[in-house]
């Protein structure tokens, strides 16, 4: 039998783990999704440069052929990079087509996007989409795990479903017999990972055979077991230890926090 352990401690590029330890997977976008959220940011520009090049064909009229060429070439570079890399940064990776469809652009770890990102992804999007009609942009979505084109390669981006409903496993209870050691124990902040791997097993144990499920809670209340003095009562099961001292902590750490917010508020409230 393989060795599930790691399958919980460790995370993916696709996870964003949040503040308290749980990890949103961000499903990247369909490349159908893709193809219609393209062709949307594809005709809104077309219009866009469309109308520049009236305005500027009817002011070039009483001008020379010089300065016409370079109004023709500032309106290229603000069609085509500067408006796409303004929307996308202020917007936080969404442009008119991905709004539309419920996308967002974010970083490889999930993070939001940044002017620098923007800016990789409007430039090469250029040559990939206008240049070459779209087709680099299609085979490199189609041939990659996450969708992405060239662009998001270049960037270290990719774009994914925002309309997605997140389905967060019930938060571990104190089991009833372990309260009295729990409200009198030191705990220490787990590590990000490690809580990790804990709130993962609990919410998976059901679903373990009982030889696996035995050996993986034996190792994690072994490592959480290093955090924890004094250790719980003689007989106690790994699966309750470890219930009881993440509800603990989320116990805790739920307490602190009212304390700061009132203790904030104190302080405001006196100047």
Known sequence: ???PGPAFASLTADDHVTGEAVALDLPPASLGSRIGSGLIDVAVTVLLLIAIFIVFGIAALQTDGALAHVAMVATMITV???VPTTVETLSRGRSLGKLACGLRTVRD???????QHAFVRSLVGFVEIYAFTGAPAFFSALLSA???????HAAGTYVVRERVRLHLAPPALLPPQLVPWARTADMASLPTGL???????LGRAATLDPATRDDLGSRLAAEVGAYVAPPPPPGTAPHDFLAAVIA?????DTARLARESALRARLVGGR
């Open 1 to 3: 039998m393989s060795d």
């Open 80 to 82: 085509f990079l500067v």
């Open 109 to 115: 770890d999930a993070g939001p996007i940044s002017f």
């Open 146 to 152: 996450k969708g992405k084109r060239l662009g998001d």
């Open 195 to 201: 809580s990790l791997a804990v709130r993962q097993f």
């Open 248 to 252: 603990s902590r989320r116990e805790r």
